[in-house]
């Protein structure tokens, strides 16, 4: 009876398919990559210092993820599916609530963590490559995400424009954010946005 007992409420980890385990370990992974990253920058960041925050091996990271290169790429798409993410799980509402939300992606440690690596990849020719391609898309993915929330007619001369400036503001917040507290200054730059891009769209 008391064997039945251990194996009923044995970990459920433990009877869990080695897929769902394998999937959960990278997931374990690429969440500790960019908690390094925006908290200790590319220097900091190593396969073994990610491995121990995530609480697996060295040599199972290196089974996900066989350089750091491969690892930190994948910390960035994973952090641009999450602001992708959140976008699309915005509630519609009005445009000022959309041009606060899209700063707040920029303002917020998924931005801070993929800065770091584009800092990096400045000065990493084999990381440069991958991380341009990949920012590319992911910021073609974020104007048309953008376009969508704000109900934007890009048909319209200027409206393009007028949500590509949006966009590039709420990255200048984001760096300006990164030394010091800018939150005041930065909401009444974000109303004062608000009110241009609402003009703007018509």
Request: aromatic letters at 4%; charged letters at 25%; proline letters at 3%.
């Amino acid at each position: 009876m008391g064997a039945v007992t251990s194996s009923s409420s044995a970990p459920r980890a433990a009877h869990a398919p080695k897929q769902d385990r394998s999937r959960a370990t990278r997931q374990r992974l690429l969440e500790a990559a960019v908690a390094c990253l925006a908290e200790h920058g590319w220097a900091g960041s190593t396969v073994s210092v990610v491995a121990e925050r995530a609480g697996v091996s060295r040599g199972a990271a290196q089974h996900h993820f066989p350089t750091r290169e491969d690892l930190f790429t994948g910390a960035v798409e994973y952090v641009a599916e999450e602001r992708s993410a959140a976008l699309r799980a915005l509630p519609v509402q009005g445009r000022a609530e959309v041009v606060a939300a899209l700063v707040d992606l920029y303002t917020g440690p998924l931005f801070r963590a993929a800065l770091q690596l584009w800092v990096a990849a400045s000065n990493e020719a084999q990381l440069r490559p991958r991380v341009t391609e990949l920012e590319a898309r992911v910021g073609r993915e974020t104007h048309r995400i953008a376009v969508e929330l704000l109900g934007a007619d890009e048909s319209r001369p200027g409206t393009r424009e007028t949500v590509q400036g949006l966009l590039d503001m709420a990255r200048g917040l984001g760096l300006a954010n990164l030394l010091t507290d800018d939150t005041a200054r930065r909401e009444r730059v974000v109303a004062q946005w608000a009110a241009l891009v609402e003009k703007g769209l018509g």
